[in-house]
């Protein structure tokens, strides 16, 4: 059987965007449930092109999102010469699916859906000339 990367995640953004050539890095914040009780987990997450710019305008701390994308492992050498990892989602696709509670104007945008990877091959393929179908 094939290996796959893919994964569906609803959570909330739990930092404010940071935005620097073309790539948005944030965060995203999720409930794991057991019997043992709640426990919240954060986790890196990187949009890039069309969906960066719109994270950068739109997206902010406490904004609950739907993302799908794909795990990757960051690695780099530290200043102390310390070889150091971290896993980070690449997003493909992100909705914005509700808002703070008390921010209406997230609300009106609830339902917004970006498709990163997607769009842009889809766009590059057909140039408008020559209809695929």
């Known amino acids: 059987m094939q290996d796959t990367n893919n994964l569906t995640l609803i959570g909330r953004i739990s930092r404010d965007v940071e935005f620097k050539g073309g790539v948005a890095n944030m965060s995203i914040a999720f409930n794991t449930y057991s019997k043992e009780g709640d426990v919240a987990n954060f986790i890196d997450i990187k949009a890039f092109g069309h969906t960066a710019t719109f994270c950068d305008k739109w997206i902010k701390k406490g904004t609950q999102v739907s993302i799908t994308g794909k795990l990757h492992q960051e690695k780099w050498t530290s200043a102390d010469g310390i070889n150091k990892t971290k896993i980070v989602i690449h997003v493909d696709n992100m909705q ?38």
């Open 96 to 133: 914005m699916i509700g808002g703070k509670k008390d921010d209406n104007t997230q609300s009106e945008r609830a339902g917004n859906t970006i498709h990163t990877r997607q769009t842009e091959r889809t766009n590059a393929q057909y140039d408008g000339e020559d209809v695929p179908f």
